[in-house]
């Protein structure tokens, strides 16, 4: 018998508590609702990461809001996805402290992540390929009754959560994720998050490999989740997308954050600018962030 973990087999003996609520409930339960105004959702203090001579994270701080999309950029090797997996429990940082709602956390595995409530969204490792999109959505969590797996409401919860997120592409959710486009991947991973009352959902380069019409939803997606009270962080190269659906923009530059800005504030090309030089000569002001 396993536990209630993301990575449980399929048939399990799990006894998943809360049962699924509805997404009504779900939204009365933001997790910024009971947060003094001001309080990150997640609060990232010096972290510092080096792998043998490679200094990957040099103290690097951010706070990510409830209730807001936070773009992550930089170039290639800045440390984006570093910085994720160690938010994500999947490297531990050398140094550095982590705070949720306001609370020293200690983040050492993807189970602490994923008990605070932080799911992270890969473009390709998120979903089984054999398993149905029901059988992803609550993969190591399944629902029981009388012992026996619950297809019904599983089922219905899967429906609900898509439908309540306006996704409509996804025509069965009995056909194996292996047959979905990879928006409708994203989508149906998106989703997961959301099913299991998530309250910060990363995602890393989610349109990189999408075109034009699914990179559309996912952003959508992506913005709603914010709406419903969620903390979002992506990471992405696409300016478009960036200027599309962030409202704050945090520049890696070479392990460093070289600052976070209210994406208002910026062009395209200050962005690119701070990506590639850690600064940027066409604009002089500075929303918050951290002095180089
Ligand atoms: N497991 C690892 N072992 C050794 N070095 C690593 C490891 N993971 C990352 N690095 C190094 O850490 C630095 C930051 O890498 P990271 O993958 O975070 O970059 P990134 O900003 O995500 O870049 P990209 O835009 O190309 O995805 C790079 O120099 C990389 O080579
Ligand atoms: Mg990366």
Known sequence: MTEGTATGRIVAGVDVEPAVTTIAEQSAAAPDAAEPAGTPLLRVQGVTKKFGPVQALAGVDLDIPAGQVTALVGD???????LIKCVAGIHVPDAGEFTWEGRSVRIRSPRDAAALGIETVYQDLALCDNLDVVQNMFLGREKLRHGVLDEDRMELAAKETLHSLGVTTVTSVRQPVGSLSGG?????????AVLWHSKLVI?????????????????????????????????????????????????LYLGRMAGVYATGELTKETVVGLMTAGRSDRWSGRVEGVAS
């Open 76 to 82: 290639n090797g800045a440390g984006k996805s570093v």
């Open 184 to 192: 409708q991947r994203q989508a149906v991973a998106i989703a997961k």
């Open 203 to 251: 995602m890393d380069e989610p349109t990189a490999a999408l075109g034009v019409q699914q990179t559309e939803v996912v952003l959508q997606l992506v913005g709603r989740l914010a709406e419903r009270g969620l903390g979002v962080v992506v990471v992405s190269h696409n300016m478009n997308d960036v200027f599309d659906v962030a409202d704050r923009i945090a520049v």
